[in-house]
Nanobody, 121 residues
Framework: QVQLVESGGGLVQAGGSLRLSCAAS????????MGWFRQAPGKEREFVAR???????TYVNSVKGRFTISRDNAKNTVYLQMNSLKPEDTAVYYC???????????????WGQGTQVTVSS
């Protein structure tokens, strides 16, 4: 069982930055693929980024070059550094833990409660 708690969301102007954190419980964090997803009002949840147990990262095209996912296995924490934010990045951001290198939400077993990110124009 893994419990995930996100933090770091907030309101920021376009062009600004935020760093999201996701703290995980349990001693097997380092064995999980960690992902970030987001859901905007009226839209389906979409994949944003993932990082493998050994640090290999993958991003959706719309955030490449702006967002960076990282993990600290000693702290059981995964991060999402978001730079050059745009209004279209506004969403609830969720972290998730899974066992496969996937961009599908259905392949992730554990989810946090989400943190709101709002980017004003």
């Amino acid at each position: 069982q893994v419990q995930l708690v996100e933090s770091g969301g907030g309101l920021v102007q376009a062009g600004g930055s935020l760093r999201l954190s996701c703290a995980a419980s349990g001693r097997t964090f380092s064995t999980y693929v960690m992902g970030w997803f987001r859901q905007a009002p009226g839209k389906e949840r979409e994949f944003v980024a993932r990082i493998s147990w050994d640090g290999v990262s993958t991003y959706v095209n719309s955030v490449k070059g702006r967002f960076t996912i990282s993990r600290d296995n000693a702290k059981n924490t995964v991060y999402l550094q978001m730079n050059s934010l745009k209004p279209e990045d506004t969403a609830v951001y969720y972290c998730a833990a899974g066992r496969s290198l996937s961009g599908s939400q259905f392949d992730y077993d554990y989810w946090g409660q989400g943190t709101q990110v709002t980017v004003s124009s």
